[in-house]
Structure formats: C-alpha cells, structure tokens
C-alpha cells in the first residue's frame, strides 16, 4: 500500500543554528491513526509544520498522496487539515463564519450542510453565532477542530488536541477521532497524554532530539518494549527475600508484604511456575496474587531516557 | 486560479470593514470634512483660485489622494499583520493557495476599501464646491492604480512590522509628510524654484498631480510621467511581494 504521507531524510537547521529534525524518514499508511510521540522540543510540531507547508525544510522530501510538498502544494495542502497546539483564533468572528472561511480558503466550494454537521459533530451548533472571544478555552478547541474539518480533509494533524481540555471533551475529541477513522480519514496525533495514544493510535512513533527512535505497531510495541510483572501478596510479611529465591530478582515491598517479580512474556519460559515452587520450598505463602503490563507511557519513558 | 480562496480572503476582509463601519468610512468621511472647513474656509477665502480653479475644488483630489494612500497603507497592512499577531497565519500558510491568490483576497479587498473612500469623498466634497471631472477614466485608473499600490504598499509594511509601532511608523512618519509636501493643499509651482526641483523627488508629487490632471487638466508635472511613476509602483511592490512569498521573509519560518 502505498502510504499517505511519505517522509524521507527530512532536516531542519532554524535560522540561530538549531538543528529541529535530522534525516527524519517516516511513512504514514492511509486511514490509520498515528500517534507522534516526544518530549518537548522533540520536533514534533516542526515535522508537522513541514508537512503542512508553515515552515520550509532544510533539505530532504514530503509527499502527500504521492505528490510533492513543495512542487504540488495545492495537491498536498488541499487535502491535510490542521489543528494546531496553540490556540489562534479569530476572536471577534462566529464559529459558522470561520469555518465557512477556512472551507473556502482550502478552496471548496460553500456546502453549508457539511458546515452544520461538522458543527453539531462537535457540540457547536447552539454556538455558531456567537463571537469566539466569548467562548470557554475548550470551546475555542473544538472551533479550531471544527475549522480543520470544515474542507473535508483527508488527512488531520492533531497537535496535542487535548491539552488544557476537560475530561468531556477529551472523550468527545476521541469520539470524533474515532469516527474520523471510519470514514477514511488518516489522522495523525500528537499528544502528551500517552494513554490518549494508548487508546486511539494504530501505530505509534517516537520521536527525541529530531530523531525517529522507533515506529512500531502499537499492541507490537506495548508486546516487544513492555515487561509484565507479578505482584505477589505474602500472608506473612518478611525482611528479606530468602536465598533460595535469589535467581529471580524480586523486589520487595517497603512493608515486606509484597513480592514484585518481572518477566518476559515472550520468552520461552516465564518463570512463574518455578518461582510459585521455590516460593513453596522456602515456606513462604501467599493469599494473593496479581499480574500487570507496563503502559505505552512506562515504554515512552524509557525509551526517552535510553536516548538520553 | 482558486477562486474560492480568493472569495473566502476578500469576503472576510469586506466583512471587516463592515464590522468596523466608523474607524473605515465615517473617520475619513469626517476628516475630508473638516480639512474642507479649516483649508476650505479658511485658507480659500485668501487664495480664492489656483491654475482657473477655485481653491476648495482645487484641494478635492489632494484629499482623496491622502485618503486613499494612507487608508490603502492601513487597511492591508493591518489585514495581514493582525493574522501574524493572534497567529492564525498558519491556516493561510498551510492553505493551497499561491501568492497571487493571497495577494488578490487582502490587497484587493483593502483597495476596494480605498476606492469606495475615494468616492465617498468625492460626494461629500460635491456637497461643498462644485467639481468638474475632465476625464472620469483616466481618474477612475489612477485611483484604482494607487488605491492598489499603496494596499500593496501596506501589505509589505504588514509583513515587515514586528510590532504595532511599526505598522504606524511608515505612515505617520513617511507617508503623511509627503502627501502634504506633495501638492495636496498647493500646486508646486507656487513655490520657490529651489523647492520646486526639490519637490520633484518626492514620488506623491506624480500621483497628486495626475490624479488633479483628470479633474482640471492642470498638472505640475507631465501626466504621461504621472502615470508611468503609478506603474513603476506598482511593479516595484508587486516584485517585492513576490520575494516576501519566494523567501518565506518574516512568514515562514
């Protein structure tokens, strides 16, 4: 399949000498949810900036659909909607006008039914006249959601759509991603809250000091980059773990009532039926037992501070 | 051509300048007024005729000159700042459009503006003096050619300032001077011959004086010469708003 946004060797060196993206290649597929994962400053919104023509790469190539984003910009630009991290809007217009403005900029013609729908898809409509300086910050979020959409694009950037947002609209903006996806739509996401990439993204990419690190298929990253663990609850709380039980790295509780042990499920042993024997043979018993995966977050978070 | 985005830009540009009815039409309408009172009145009745033409009519283009070159300034420049300033550019920038389109939307809008002043004046100064047009369009070309220019004019000085001062220091400081030392309340050659050449480097001395040429046929200056200075304007700022878009200057980082 060939993918909807093709990335190759892409460097930017700003104009003070910082170097925002190193020979960044990346191919997005069509109609998948991509979660764009970093730090702050990472190069993230640069990468994205370069997509959508805001700001000039350095050297390498883009490709939307298979057109370039430079020589074919009115292909490439046509059909990506943005939504950017900050917060621009224009304060003394209505949420129906600018969305109506921002349709005919991408150069569609009016549908105001396609207007209306995207209004109502975000809660808006009861909104439409009203002046956007009157709006709450969540309300401004989903006017600049809805202004992307507004030229029914076939690729959406997100960019952190849900920073400084309530709980509401978060699972409102899900919804809308959700349904996006359904209808074709590929959208990439850039967010802090990993567990927002944890739940929509079909894939997921990190990205640290203008650097790809890893692009992997979620449940294949979650499966290869995560660890299990198994958090035993002993009946009687002891002081330290028994030698006969030194080959399985366990951790103990503050309290020594609990016995952590990390294993590997794909490996071919895991280890727990010779632990639960060694644990028989050193008298040690338990009344309670628990297994847990380490989050997209905790595999984000290592993989950040390995680079580091 | 997209000329949806074209639409889109000047339509939202008009509504503008609808939203702000007073600062756009009533403001200049009530200074053209006040300058037909105070130079009109006053100065006219001691200069009753200038070339054959009474003083008060003699003003009338002058004024619509400084209306529209520093409404035209105004109006594009503050257009395409105030998206830099609240940061919605990025949806102009990531937009497909081409310079030409952008172009077109903000600098035709603003001169539109400009072109709608320049006639609202000349109806109000109508209520005061009576004013013939000699030629109706060769006056309908200049004002639509400065009206353009100087919008273009505008635009760079939007693009460039990184700051509200900016925006104001060009027009206050450059652009007003000239108009007044450019023949708006005299004609050049009432002045010393030393002023007279002098004069003649300043570019507003061509608009003003082929601009007056239309309504009464007397020109300080050639209006061939007058007409070629609008067009190498206009020529200069459009090549300069081609660099700004080739280069991402001040709007691509």
């Known amino acids: 399949m060939q993918p909807v946004i093709s990335i190759r060797d892409l460097t930017k060196t700003y104009a003070g000498g910082f170097e925002a993206l190193k020979a960044v290649s990346l191919d997005i597929d069509k109609g998948e949810i991509f979660g764009l994962l970093g730090p702050n400053g990472a190069g993230k919104t640069t990468m994205i900036n370069i997509i959508c023509g805001i700001v000039t790469k350095t050297s390498g190539t883009v490709t939307v659909n298979g057109h370039d984003n430079e020589s074919g910009f009115r292909e490439t630009r046509g059909c990506i909607g943005l939504v950017p991290q900050e917060l621009p809007t224009e304060t003394f217009e209505t949420p129906y006008n600018v969305c109506r403005f921002s349709r005919g900029l991408f150069g569609k013609p009016p549908n105001p039914d396609h207007i209306e729908k995207v209004l109502r898809s975000l809660s808006l409509w009861d909104k439409k006249d009203t002046k956007i300086i009157n709006l709450s910050g969540g309300m401004k979020r989903r006017v600049l959601i809805a202004k992307a959409l507004s030229h029914e694009p076939d690729v959406l950037f997100l960019d952190e759509p849900t920073a400084g947002v309530d709980v509401e609209l978060r699972q409102d903006l899900w919804r809308v991603v959700q349904s996006l996806r359904e209808s074709g739509v590929t959208v990439i996401l850039t967010t802090h809250y990993i567990e927002e990439a944890e739940q929509l993204a079909d894939r997921v990419g990190v990205i640290n000091h203008g650097e790809v690190i890893v692009v992997e298929e979620k449940n294949k990253l979650m499966r290869e980059l995560g660890k299990k663990e198994l958090v035993l609850h002993l009946a009687d709380p002891i002081d330290a773990i028994p030698p006969g039980l030194d080959g399985y790295h366990l951790e103990l509780g503050a309290d020594g009532s609990e016995l952590t042990y990390h294993y590997d499920t794909k490996s071919d042993h895991t280890g727990i039926t010779a632990l639960l024997s060694a644990l028989h043979k050193t008298g040690i018993r338990f009344n309670d037992l628990q297994t847990s995966q380490s989050s997209l977050e905790e595999i984000f978070v290592g993989l950040v501070n390995k680079e580091r | ?253």
């Not at chain 2, 006219?44 to 070159?69: H, N, Q």
Request: charged share 10%.
């Open chain 2, 1 to 253: 051509m997209n000329w949806y985005s074209v639409q889109a830009i000047y339509r939202t540009e008009m509504s503008r300048m609808m939203r702000t009815v007073v600062q756009s039409i009533v403001a200049p309408v009530l200074s053209t007024s006040l300058y037909f009172v105070i130079f009109g009145a006053a100065i006219g009745s001691r200069i009753t005729e200038i070339d054959g033409v009474s003083y008060g009519a003699f003003i009338v283009p002058g004024l619509i000159m400084l209306s529209i070159m520093t409404e035209s300034i105004s109006n594009s420049s503050f257009a395409i700042y105030f998206p830099k300033f609240s940061g919605t550019i990025f949806e102009l920038l990531s937009a497909p459009v081409s310079w030409a389109e952008i172009v077109l939307g903000y600098v035709g809008a603003a001169a539109t503006k400009s072109v709608i002043i320049g006639g609202i004046i000349l109806g109000t100064a109508s209520f005061f003096v009576e004013i013939n047009v000699a030629h109706p369009a060769i006056m309908l070309l200049f004002l639509v050619l400065i009206s353009v220019s100087f919008s273009l004019f505008g635009f760079i000085l939007g693009v460039w300032a990184d700051g509200w001062e900016k925006l104001t220091i060009v027009p206050i400081l450059v652009i007003m001077p000239l108009t007044f030392l450019g023949g708006t309340f005299y004609s050049i050659s009432m002045l010393p011959e030393f002023w007279q050449k002098l004069s003649l480097f300043n570019p507003i001395v061509y608009l003003i004086s082929g601009f007056r040429w239309a309504f009464y046929e007397n020109a300080d200056v050639a209006i061939g010469l007058s007409l070629g200075m609008v067009i190498g304007f206009l020529a200069i700022c459009l090549g300069v708003v081609w660099w700004i878009f080739k280069t991402g200057y001040r709007l691509r980082a």
